[in-house]
Protein backbone atom coordinates (compact mmCIF):
# COMPACT_ATOMS: atom_id res chain seq x y z
CA UNK A 1 0.00 0.00 0.00
CA UNK A 2 1.21 3.75 -1.44
CA UNK A 3 2.08 6.01 1.60
CA UNK A 4 -0.72 8.47 0.00
CA UNK A 5 -3.32 5.67 0.29
CA UNK A 6 -2.57 4.98 3.89
CA UNK A 7 -2.75 8.00 5.01
CA UNK A 8 -6.56 8.49 2.77
CA UNK A 9 -7.32 5.62 4.54
CA UNK A 10 -6.57 6.51 8.28
CA UNK A 11 -7.72 9.75 8.27
CA UNK A 12 -11.18 8.19 6.32
CA UNK A 13 -11.41 5.98 9.78
CA UNK A 14 -10.58 8.43 12.12
CA UNK A 15 -13.45 10.96 10.61
CA UNK A 16 -15.65 7.72 10.73
CA UNK A 17 -14.60 6.65 14.39
CA UNK A 18 -15.38 10.13 14.92
CA UNK A 19 -18.61 10.62 13.68
CA UNK A 20 -19.67 6.97 15.54
CA UNK A 21 -18.44 8.88 18.42
CA UNK A 22 -20.52 11.63 18.18
CA UNK A 23 -24.09 10.27 17.21
CA UNK A 24 -23.07 7.43 20.02
CA UNK A 25 -22.46 10.46 22.28
CA UNK A 26 -25.90 11.65 21.40
CA UNK A 27 -27.45 8.80 21.81
CA UNK A 28 -26.30 8.64 24.99
CA UNK A 29 -26.72 11.96 26.31
CA UNK A 30 -29.30 12.69 29.20
CA UNK A 31 -32.84 12.58 28.38
CA UNK A 32 -34.32 16.23 28.57
CA UNK A 33 -37.42 17.56 30.11
CA UNK A 34 -39.52 20.77 29.30
CA UNK A 35 -41.60 21.10 32.52
CA UNK A 36 -44.44 23.46 31.83
CA UNK A 37 -45.72 24.55 34.86
CA UNK A 38 -45.49 27.64 37.67
CA UNK A 39 -49.13 29.05 37.16
CA UNK A 40 -48.72 32.39 39.14
CA UNK A 41 -46.85 33.49 42.78
CA UNK A 42 -49.92 34.96 44.85
CA UNK A 43 -50.80 31.52 46.52
CA UNK A 44 -47.59 29.27 48.27
CA UNK A 45 -49.75 26.14 46.46
CA UNK A 46 -49.72 27.17 43.15
CA UNK A 47 -45.50 27.55 43.78
CA UNK A 48 -45.28 24.37 45.58
CA UNK A 49 -46.20 22.20 42.13
CA UNK A 50 -42.95 22.84 40.57
CA UNK A 51 -40.32 22.07 43.16
CA UNK A 52 -42.59 18.98 44.04
CA UNK A 53 -41.94 17.84 40.18
CA UNK A 54 -38.93 18.96 40.12
CA UNK A 55 -38.07 17.21 43.63
CA UNK A 56 -39.67 13.90 41.94
CA UNK A 57 -37.50 13.94 39.02
CA UNK A 58 -34.38 14.41 40.70
CA UNK A 59 -35.10 11.75 43.05
CA UNK A 60 -36.24 9.10 40.14
CA UNK A 61 -34.95 10.34 36.93
CA UNK A 62 -31.30 11.99 38.29
CA UNK A 63 -30.08 11.03 34.73
CA UNK A 64 -32.46 13.87 33.21
CA UNK A 65 -32.19 17.55 32.60
CA UNK A 66 -34.80 20.16 32.80
CA UNK A 67 -35.56 23.18 31.89
CA UNK A 68 -38.30 24.95 33.54
CA UNK A 69 -41.11 26.77 31.20
CA UNK A 70 -42.58 29.11 33.81
CA UNK A 71 -45.61 31.19 33.19
CA UNK A 72 -45.05 35.50 32.94
CA UNK A 73 -46.03 35.93 36.29
CA UNK A 74 -42.73 34.08 37.64
CA UNK A 75 -41.26 36.43 40.16
CA UNK A 76 -37.40 36.90 40.82
CA UNK A 77 -38.40 35.94 44.46
CA UNK A 78 -40.22 33.30 43.66
CA UNK A 79 -37.52 32.27 40.94
CA UNK A 80 -34.25 32.66 43.56
CA UNK A 81 -36.45 30.66 46.05
CA UNK A 82 -36.41 27.72 43.57
CA UNK A 83 -32.69 28.38 42.65
CA UNK A 84 -31.79 27.53 46.24
CA UNK A 85 -33.50 24.26 45.56
CA UNK A 86 -32.46 23.78 42.37
CA UNK A 87 -29.14 25.79 41.73
CA UNK A 88 -29.04 24.22 38.36
CA UNK A 89 -32.00 25.24 36.85
CA UNK A 90 -32.87 26.90 34.04
CA UNK A 91 -35.49 28.73 33.83
CA UNK A 92 -37.22 30.26 30.45
CA UNK A 93 -40.89 32.02 29.80
CA UNK A 94 -43.09 32.80 26.74
CA UNK A 95 -45.10 31.00 24.39
CA UNK A 96 -45.00 29.93 20.36
CA UNK A 97 -46.42 32.13 18.25
CA UNK A 98 -48.85 30.75 15.23
CA UNK A 99 -46.03 30.40 13.41
CA UNK A 100 -44.59 28.37 15.48
CA UNK A 101 -41.68 30.51 16.37
CA UNK A 102 -41.23 30.55 20.01
CA UNK A 103 -41.58 34.41 21.46
CA UNK A 104 -38.11 35.03 22.70
CA UNK A 105 -34.74 33.24 21.94
CA UNK A 106 -34.45 31.24 24.90
CA UNK A 107 -37.68 29.33 25.03
CA UNK A 108 -37.08 28.51 21.25
CA UNK A 109 -34.00 26.85 22.02
CA UNK A 110 -35.75 25.18 25.16
CA UNK A 111 -38.07 23.96 22.24
CA UNK A 112 -35.76 22.75 20.58
CA UNK A 113 -33.50 21.28 23.03
CA UNK A 114 -36.40 18.55 24.63
CA UNK A 115 -37.20 15.65 24.25
CA UNK A 116 -40.36 15.63 26.15
CA UNK A 117 -42.90 18.30 27.58
CA UNK A 118 -44.24 17.18 30.74
CA UNK A 119 -47.10 19.55 32.10
CA UNK A 120 -46.60 19.64 35.85
CA UNK A 121 -49.84 19.96 38.82
CA UNK A 122 -52.89 22.13 38.32
CA UNK A 123 -56.62 22.69 38.78
CA UNK A 124 -56.49 21.66 34.95
CA UNK A 125 -54.88 21.23 32.17
CA UNK A 126 -53.78 24.65 32.78
CA UNK A 127 -50.96 25.91 29.91
CA UNK A 128 -53.50 24.10 27.04
CA UNK A 129 -52.24 26.42 24.26
CA UNK A 130 -49.08 26.11 24.85
CA UNK A 131 -49.01 22.25 25.14
CA UNK A 132 -50.96 22.40 21.73
CA UNK A 133 -48.84 24.70 20.07
CA UNK A 134 -45.93 22.71 21.37
CA UNK A 135 -47.57 19.38 19.97
CA UNK A 136 -48.50 21.06 16.02
CA UNK A 137 -45.05 22.97 15.68
CA UNK A 138 -42.43 19.93 17.16
CA UNK A 139 -44.28 17.08 17.14
CA UNK A 140 -42.77 15.69 20.00
CA UNK A 141 -44.36 13.79 23.27
CA UNK A 142 -46.00 15.36 25.86
CA UNK A 143 -47.74 13.99 28.89
CA UNK A 144 -49.84 15.51 32.29
CA UNK A 145 -49.05 15.06 35.80
CA UNK A 146 -51.43 15.33 38.28
CA UNK A 147 -54.26 17.66 37.07
CA UNK A 148 -58.17 18.06 37.93
CA UNK A 149 -60.65 18.06 34.94
CA UNK A 150 -63.90 19.28 33.88
CA UNK A 151 -63.98 21.82 36.43
CA UNK A 152 -64.66 25.27 35.78
CA UNK A 153 -61.44 25.42 35.31
CA UNK A 154 -61.48 23.47 32.51
CA UNK A 155 -61.58 24.01 28.74
CA UNK A 156 -62.56 21.62 25.84
CA UNK A 157 -59.08 19.26 26.43
CA UNK A 158 -60.69 16.12 25.22
CA UNK A 159 -58.71 16.20 22.05
CA UNK A 160 -55.34 17.02 23.43
CA UNK A 161 -55.77 14.76 26.81
CA UNK A 162 -56.31 12.08 24.18
CA UNK A 163 -52.74 12.74 22.26
CA UNK A 164 -50.89 12.41 25.65
CA UNK A 165 -48.56 9.59 26.11
CA UNK A 166 -49.85 9.60 30.11
CA UNK A 167 -52.07 11.72 32.18
CA UNK A 168 -52.48 11.38 35.99
CA UNK A 169 -55.58 12.89 37.63
CA UNK A 170 -55.12 13.76 41.07
CA UNK A 171 -58.24 13.34 41.89
CA UNK A 172 -60.80 9.91 40.80
CA UNK A 173 -63.63 12.47 40.18
CA UNK A 174 -61.24 13.99 37.51
CA UNK A 175 -60.48 10.37 36.03
CA UNK A 176 -63.70 9.20 35.88
CA UNK A 177 -64.96 12.44 33.99
CA UNK A 178 -62.39 12.14 31.42
CA UNK A 179 -63.19 8.33 30.78
CA UNK A 180 -66.73 9.21 30.42
CA UNK A 181 -65.96 12.42 28.40
CA UNK A 182 -64.08 9.79 25.75
CA UNK A 183 -60.81 10.89 26.36
CA UNK A 184 -58.70 7.88 24.57
CA UNK A 185 -54.92 8.49 26.76
CA UNK A 186 -53.66 4.99 26.61
CA UNK A 187 -53.05 5.53 30.59
CA UNK A 188 -54.66 7.42 32.79
CA UNK A 189 -54.58 7.03 36.54
CA UNK A 190 -54.48 8.55 39.39
CA UNK A 191 -51.22 10.02 40.45
CA UNK A 192 -50.87 12.12 43.35
CA UNK A 193 -50.46 16.34 42.90
CA UNK A 194 -46.64 17.06 42.98
CA UNK A 195 -47.01 19.47 45.36
CA UNK A 196 -46.77 16.28 47.74
CA UNK A 197 -43.19 16.56 47.31
CA UNK A 198 -42.49 20.16 47.94
CA UNK A 199 -39.55 19.78 50.01
CA UNK A 200 -38.51 23.59 50.09
CA UNK A 201 -37.36 25.13 53.37
CA UNK A 202 -36.51 28.41 55.03
CA UNK A 203 -35.11 27.16 58.38
CA UNK A 204 -33.87 30.66 59.27
CA UNK A 205 -37.32 33.09 58.86
CA UNK A 206 -39.40 29.93 60.04
CA UNK A 207 -37.08 30.26 63.69
CA UNK A 208 -37.42 33.77 64.27
CA UNK A 209 -41.13 34.12 63.26
CA UNK A 210 -41.65 30.76 65.58
CA UNK A 211 -39.19 32.61 68.19
CA UNK A 212 -40.83 35.95 67.91
CA UNK A 213 -44.51 34.76 68.87
CA UNK A 214 -43.67 31.97 71.23
CA UNK A 215 -44.73 28.80 69.14
CA UNK A 216 -42.94 25.87 70.30
CA UNK A 217 -42.48 22.78 67.83
CA UNK A 218 -45.26 20.61 68.27
CA UNK A 219 -46.83 22.97 70.91
CA UNK A 220 -49.53 24.45 67.99
CA UNK A 221 -52.06 23.49 65.50
CA UNK A 222 -51.92 25.90 61.86
CA UNK A 223 -55.31 26.90 60.73
CA UNK A 224 -56.15 28.28 57.36
CA UNK A 225 -59.56 29.30 55.89
CA UNK A 226 -60.60 31.14 52.78
CA UNK A 227 -63.43 32.65 50.89
CA UNK A 228 -65.69 30.79 48.51
CA UNK A 229 -63.81 32.31 45.88
CA UNK A 230 -60.46 33.90 45.84
CA UNK A 231 -60.97 38.21 46.10
CA UNK A 232 -58.01 38.17 43.40
CA UNK A 233 -59.08 41.85 42.94
CA UNK A 234 -58.22 42.65 46.03
CA UNK A 235 -54.53 42.08 45.58
CA UNK A 236 -52.34 45.35 45.06
CA UNK A 237 -51.50 45.44 41.83
CA UNK A 238 -54.11 42.57 40.19
CA UNK A 239 -55.58 42.94 37.23
CA UNK A 240 -58.06 41.08 37.65
CA UNK A 241 -61.76 42.88 37.31
CA UNK A 242 -64.05 42.88 40.67
CA UNK A 243 -66.73 39.96 40.04
CA UNK A 244 -69.86 41.42 41.81
CA UNK A 245 -71.68 37.63 41.24
CA UNK A 246 -68.42 36.14 43.25
CA UNK A 247 -68.07 38.75 45.94
CA UNK A 248 -71.98 37.95 47.16
CA UNK A 249 -71.26 34.69 46.92
CA UNK A 250 -69.03 34.64 49.40
CA UNK A 251 -70.39 37.66 51.61
CA UNK A 252 -73.78 34.95 51.76
CA UNK A 253 -71.67 31.98 52.87
CA UNK A 254 -67.86 32.96 54.59
CA UNK A 255 -69.96 33.31 57.99
CA UNK A 256 -71.28 29.47 57.91
CA UNK A 257 -67.68 28.47 56.25
CA UNK A 258 -65.79 29.82 59.26
CA UNK A 259 -68.11 29.08 61.99
CA UNK A 260 -66.66 25.65 62.63
CA UNK A 261 -63.09 26.55 61.91
CA UNK A 262 -63.79 29.41 65.06
CA UNK A 263 -65.62 26.44 67.33
CA UNK A 264 -62.35 24.38 66.46
CA UNK A 265 -60.29 26.86 67.65
CA UNK A 266 -62.22 27.49 70.70
CA UNK A 267 -62.42 23.68 71.44
CA UNK A 268 -58.53 23.12 71.02
CA UNK A 269 -57.60 26.21 73.18
CA UNK A 270 -60.16 25.67 76.11
CA UNK A 271 -59.43 21.51 76.36
CA UNK A 272 -55.46 21.31 75.42
CA UNK A 273 -52.20 23.23 75.88
CA UNK A 274 -51.59 23.69 72.14
CA UNK A 275 -51.49 27.53 70.41
CA UNK A 276 -53.06 28.36 67.10
CA UNK A 277 -51.24 29.68 64.08
CA UNK A 278 -53.88 31.78 61.93
CA UNK A 279 -51.67 31.73 58.53
CA UNK A 280 -52.12 32.12 54.82
CA UNK A 281 -51.91 30.31 52.02
CA UNK A 282 -52.38 33.05 49.69
CA UNK A 283 -52.57 36.24 49.44
CA UNK A 284 -56.12 37.40 49.91
CA UNK A 285 -56.23 35.17 53.33
CA UNK A 286 -54.28 37.33 56.10
CA UNK A 287 -57.62 40.06 56.27
CA UNK A 288 -59.92 36.78 55.74
CA UNK A 289 -57.88 35.63 59.61
CA UNK A 290 -58.34 38.08 61.12
CA UNK A 291 -61.90 39.27 60.46
CA UNK A 292 -63.80 35.65 60.25
CA UNK A 293 -61.14 33.95 62.75
CA UNK A 294 -59.14 35.82 64.71
CA UNK A 295 -61.40 39.23 65.56
CA UNK A 296 -64.68 37.36 66.76
CA UNK A 297 -62.69 35.14 69.14
CA UNK A 298 -63.47 35.53 72.89
CA UNK A 299 -60.42 37.07 74.71
CA UNK A 300 -59.03 34.30 76.84
CA UNK A 301 -59.24 32.31 73.34
CA UNK A 302 -57.59 35.13 71.56
CA UNK A 303 -54.63 35.33 73.81
CA UNK A 304 -53.24 32.04 72.99
CA UNK A 305 -53.35 32.78 68.72
CA UNK A 306 -51.27 33.86 66.58
CA UNK A 307 -52.46 36.02 63.71
CA UNK A 308 -50.19 36.06 60.37
CA UNK A 309 -50.13 39.61 59.05
CA UNK A 310 -48.07 38.88 56.02
CA UNK A 311 -47.97 36.80 52.94
CA UNK A 312 -44.70 34.42 52.89
CA UNK A 313 -43.73 31.49 50.49
CA UNK A 314 -43.59 27.98 49.90
CA UNK A 315 -40.12 27.65 51.86
CA UNK A 316 -40.61 29.53 54.86
CA UNK A 317 -44.35 27.92 55.12
CA UNK A 318 -43.34 24.83 54.88
CA UNK A 319 -40.66 25.09 57.39
CA UNK A 320 -43.21 25.89 59.79
CA UNK A 321 -45.72 23.43 59.16
CA UNK A 322 -43.12 20.69 59.78
CA UNK A 323 -42.64 21.90 63.20
CA UNK A 324 -46.48 21.76 63.99
CA UNK A 325 -48.16 19.31 65.27
CA UNK A 326 -50.70 19.41 62.46
CA UNK A 327 -52.66 21.73 59.78
CA UNK A 328 -56.82 21.88 59.82
CA UNK A 329 -59.00 24.36 57.55
CA UNK A 330 -60.55 24.96 53.91
CA UNK A 331 -57.18 25.15 51.66
CA UNK A 332 -55.81 22.39 49.95
CA UNK A 333 -52.09 22.71 49.24
CA UNK A 334 -50.52 23.50 52.89
CA UNK A 335 -51.93 20.44 53.64
CA UNK A 336 -50.73 18.50 50.81
CA UNK A 337 -47.44 20.01 51.86
CA UNK A 338 -47.58 18.96 55.20
CA UNK A 339 -48.58 15.76 54.63
CA UNK A 340 -45.83 14.86 52.65
CA UNK A 341 -43.47 15.85 54.78
CA UNK A 342 -45.35 13.39 57.58
CA UNK A 343 -47.39 16.21 59.37
CA UNK A 344 -51.43 15.08 59.77
CA UNK A 345 -53.88 17.55 58.04
CA UNK A 346 -57.22 17.86 58.26
CA UNK A 347 -59.24 19.59 55.03
CA UNK A 348 -62.78 21.16 54.67
CA UNK A 349 -63.88 21.76 50.86
CA UNK A 350 -66.62 23.47 48.80
CA UNK A 351 -68.42 23.20 46.07
CA UNK A 352 -66.56 26.09 44.26
CA UNK A 353 -62.80 24.62 45.12
CA UNK A 354 -63.77 22.08 41.93
CA UNK A 355 -63.13 18.27 43.23
CA UNK A 356 -59.54 18.59 44.20
CA UNK A 357 -60.00 18.13 47.62
CA UNK A 358 -61.69 14.25 46.58
CA UNK A 359 -58.08 13.49 46.90
CA UNK A 360 -58.30 13.05 50.63
CA UNK A 361 -60.87 10.13 50.27
CA UNK A 362 -58.57 8.94 47.22
CA UNK A 363 -55.76 8.63 49.12
CA UNK A 364 -57.39 6.98 52.52
CA UNK A 365 -58.13 9.91 54.51
CA UNK A 366 -61.75 10.40 54.28
CA UNK A 367 -62.62 10.98 58.02
CA UNK A 368 -60.51 13.93 57.52
CA UNK A 369 -62.16 15.15 54.54
CA UNK A 370 -65.39 17.56 55.38
CA UNK A 371 -67.75 19.01 53.19
CA UNK A 372 -68.55 22.00 53.87
CA UNK A 373 -71.56 22.14 51.82
CA UNK A 374 -73.30 19.70 54.36
CA UNK A 375 -74.66 20.53 58.08
CA UNK A 376 -73.76 17.17 59.33
CA UNK A 377 -69.94 17.93 58.21
CA UNK A 378 -69.34 21.46 59.57
CA UNK A 379 -70.87 20.12 62.75
CA UNK A 380 -68.53 17.22 63.16
CA UNK A 381 -65.44 18.96 62.01
CA UNK A 382 -64.52 20.17 66.05
CA UNK A 383 -64.26 17.16 67.20
CA UNK A 384 -61.81 16.02 64.66
CA UNK A 385 -59.83 18.80 65.18
CA UNK A 386 -60.06 18.62 68.65
CA UNK A 387 -59.36 14.68 68.59
CA UNK A 388 -56.37 15.53 66.03
CA UNK A 389 -54.85 18.20 69.13
CA UNK A 390 -55.30 15.86 71.99
CA UNK A 391 -53.17 13.04 70.67
CA UNK A 392 -51.19 14.22 67.96
CA UNK A 393 -49.03 11.25 67.89
CA UNK A 394 -52.10 8.81 66.82
CA UNK A 395 -52.52 11.57 64.11
CA UNK A 396 -48.86 11.25 62.58
CA UNK A 397 -49.46 6.80 63.20
CA UNK A 398 -52.30 7.44 61.34
CA UNK A 399 -50.69 8.94 58.00
CA UNK A 400 -48.06 6.49 57.98
CA UNK A 401 -49.70 4.03 55.50
CA UNK A 402 -51.26 6.96 53.74
CA UNK A 403 -47.52 8.03 52.76
CA UNK A 404 -46.34 4.49 51.85
CA UNK A 405 -49.57 4.76 49.12
CA UNK A 406 -48.80 8.36 48.16
CA UNK A 407 -44.61 7.44 47.86
CA UNK A 408 -45.71 4.20 45.98
CA UNK A 409 -47.48 6.18 43.60
CA UNK A 410 -45.36 8.26 42.70
CA UNK A 411 -42.91 6.17 42.43
CA UNK A 412 -45.03 4.28 39.63
CA UNK A 413 -46.05 7.17 37.97
CA UNK A 414 -42.01 8.74 37.63
CA UNK A 415 -41.46 5.49 36.52
CA UNK A 416 -43.70 5.58 33.55
CA UNK A 417 -42.48 8.77 32.59
CA UNK A 418 -38.69 7.92 32.28
CA UNK A 419 -40.41 4.77 30.23
CA UNK A 420 -40.89 7.62 27.72
CA UNK A 421 -37.90 9.52 27.75
CA UNK A 422 -35.30 8.17 25.30
CA UNK A 423 -32.99 5.22 26.43
CA UNK A 424 -29.26 6.05 27.51
Keep these: MHRRQFIQLTRTGVAALLTVAHLSAAESRPPRILLRSSWQVVNIGDIAHTPGVLALIEKYIPQA ?6 SGDLSPEVAAMEHRRFPRLKIVKGSIKPDGQASNPELEEAVTWADFLL ?3 GPSLVAAKDVAAFVKHTGKPFGVYGITHGSFLSGDDKSLLSQAKFVYFRDSVSLERAKTEGVTCP ?5 PDGA ?3 DLRDEARAT ?17 SRLRYTPYWSIPGSKRPYDEKRHLRNEALKDQDHAPLRQAIIDVIRNTNLKILLCPEDMTQMAVGKEQLYDPLPEDVRSRVVWRDQFWLTDEALSVYVRSAGLFGSEMHSPIMALGNGIPAIVCRFE ?3 SKGIMWRDIGLDDWLFDFDLPADRQRLPEAVLALARNPQAARDKITAVRRFI ?3 Q ?3 MQFVQSQLPTT
Design 352 to 354: EQT
Design 208 to 224: AFLKEHQLEQGQFLCCL
Design 187 to 191: VMEFG
Design 119 to 121: HGS
Design 407 to 409: EQR
Design 411 to 413: RET
Design 65 to 70: EVILWA
Design 196 to 198: FAC
